[in-house]
């Protein structure tokens, strides 16, 4: 890694380039606010709250949403890093096979995790089961919560460049994963280190009567942003993860 990548210059880099696009930035956050208050009180009166089949519904729109968004988002922010030019109308419209990618991503992510969850929850609970399960804050189950939480939070790390792929390299969803593990690889701590940041931005945000998170959640984006454009122009080997300069991609 270049002695020059650090936490406090990918946060210097992020700040900078949030604060020149601050009303694009807020313009998102405002966008997806909007949208998910609007889509949770339509579906909510239209199909009744507290059913089963309008929870997963809600889930299924909300989520199609957050690929779309997503992917958008990344799409506007890689073109500001990459071009002098403010973006267009064009590249605020997320790309559909990509917002699927991401999708699949989410999918395959998803299962690993309900997997490895079930498979910790039974050995747990089959080697105690004298633990009364109907508290669930009960200090008998802090144990299995924390087993819970390590996978979650290595493979969050490990695949947390997954998006950054999918729209600036143009990969496809198993391909992402697999560049996202390649370049994530000898930088775990690292890039924990990033996200206790972004988690500490976001306290502060909630703090701040729950508005900073306007803030704070896509500046979070940012800086995921920034590292991963960071560790891919100091990774050795281009094959591995497909490095494309974005230069080439204008035909330079």
């Known amino acids: 890694m270049d002695q020059r990548m650090s936490v406090s210059v990918i946060l210097s ?3 900078e380039l949030a604060k020149r696009n601050i009303w694009i930035l807020l313009g998102f956050t405002i966008v997806q606010f909007l949208f998910i208050l609007t889509i949770t009180g339509v579906l909510g009166v239209v199909l009744g709250g507290g ?4 929870a997963l519904i809600q889930n299924v729109v909300l989520s199609l949403f ?6 958008a988002f990344y799409q506007v922010f890689f073109k500001l890093i990459d071009d002098d030019d403010h973006p267009e109308l064009p590249d605020f419209v997320p790309n559909l096979l990509k917002a699927v990618n991401f999708l699949i991503v989410k999918l395959i992510v998803g299962l690993i995790l309900v997997g ?3 498979i910790i929850s039974s050995i747990y609970f089959i080697n105690t ?3 009364d399960t109907s508290q669930p804050f009960s200090w008998e189950l802090l144990p299995v919560f924390i087993l819970i939480a390590i996978p979650i939070i290595f493979f969050t790390i490990r695949f947390c460049f997954v998006v950054c792929f999918i729209v600036d390299q143009e990969s496809g969803s ?6 996202s593990w390649t ?3 000898g930088h775990f701590w690292f890039i924990s280190l990033l996200f206790l940041v972004m988690l500490g931005l976001n306290i502060l945000g909630a703090m701040a009567l729950f ?7 896509p500046f979070s984006s940012i800086i995921l942003i920034i590292a991963y454009r960071h560790l891919v122009n100091n990774y050795t080997d281009e094959e591995e993860i497909m490095l494309n300069d974005p230069e080439d991609k204008d035909g330079d």
């Open 174 to 179: 198993s391909e992402a994963i697999s560049q």
């Open 51 to 54: 059913s089963g089949t309008a």
């Open 183 to 185: 370049l994530t690889k």
């Open 211 to 217: 508005i900073g998170l306007l803030f704070t959640v």
């Open 66 to 71: 957050d690929a779309f968004f997503t992917v």
């Open 116 to 118: 490895i969850i079930a």
């Open 13 to 15: 880099d992020a700040w």
């Open 129 to 131: 089961p004298e633990i």
